[in-house]
């Protein structure tokens, strides 16, 4: 009984998480064609296969995420709590930009990891061959990154008490920046991305220099770890985009 309801669990995380894909990432898509209307024309075998891995991926997601909010409903598992008095109230801002930074931190060491030449070549390629990438490439990863990707804030709920409300900000801020990063044009400001802010807050201009040289700009969310590990070379410039006018 325990077992077919972890797995129901699993399978309901599963759905929301490829629902979350497809409708964040549909809907950026489509701003993004309202914006530039050409710029991802041509690339509908490319978007097919984005979507693809991102749905593979999006199982990989939820099966720990959904085996986890089973353990914290049924036996209270985890360090999440719903009343917003269980701690003082700026712990939740702080508790917030811990789950960033450490997730960011992770995701920065495994990242350059798997662009070790033969990790490339197994598994961080599948999201490389999306050139330039689009907005549905945010979860096209190879089952391998999926997995590295997959256990961060599922461990960390066991670690670092967090508020439910708290938890789903950080999910909102992961699946937003994910796909805003991908999509091919920079729907910040330029007062934040080329201002006091945008030298550790990373937006779609940083990454998008990563996909264009690869060997720098590895960071997530901040670009604390590439100043730190002299990975960072700054912003791209998308105005080179061929259907960029």
């Not at 995420?65 to 939740?92: H, S």
Request: net charge positive.
């Amino acid at each position: 009984m325990e077992f077919k309801a972890a797995f129901l669990s699993a399978l309901a995380m599963t759905l929301i998480v490829a629902i979350r894909y497809v409708g964040v990432s549909g809907g950026f898509a489509w701003l993004t064609c309202r914006r530039f209307p050409d710029l991802y024309d041509g690339k509908d075998v490319q978007i097919r296969r984005e979507i693809q891995w991102s749905i593979l991926s999006a199982a990989i997601y939820g099966l720990p995420a959904g085996i986890v909010a089973w353990g914290w409903r049924e036996f209270g598992w985890t360090r999440i709590y719903t009343d917003v008095f269980d701690r003082p109230l700026w712990w939740i801002p702080v508790s917030i930009f811990l789950y960033l930074f450490l997730h960011d931190s992770w995701f920065y060491w495994t990242h350059r990891w798997m662009h070790r030449p033969r990790w490339f070549r197994i598994a961080h390629k599948v999201h490389h061959e999306s050139r330039p990438p689009t907005a549905w490439a945010a979860m096209s990863f190879h089952p391998i990154e999926a997995l590295t990707g997959a256990v961060v804030i599922p461990a960390l709920v066991f670690l670092i008490p967090i508020h439910a409300g708290a938890l789903l900000f950080v999910l909102l801020v992961m699946t937003v920046m994910g796909v805003t990063n991908h999509m091919g044009w920079e729907i910040f400001p330029k007062a934040l991305v080329q201002g006091p802010a945008g030298k550790w807050l990373i937006t779609a201009s940083h990454h998008e220099r990563h996909h264009r040289e690869y060997k720098c700009n590895y960071g997530l969310y901040f670009r604390f770890w590439d100043r730190l590990c002299g990975t960072d070379r700054g912003l791209g410039d998308f105005t080179s985009h061929p259907r960029r006018t």
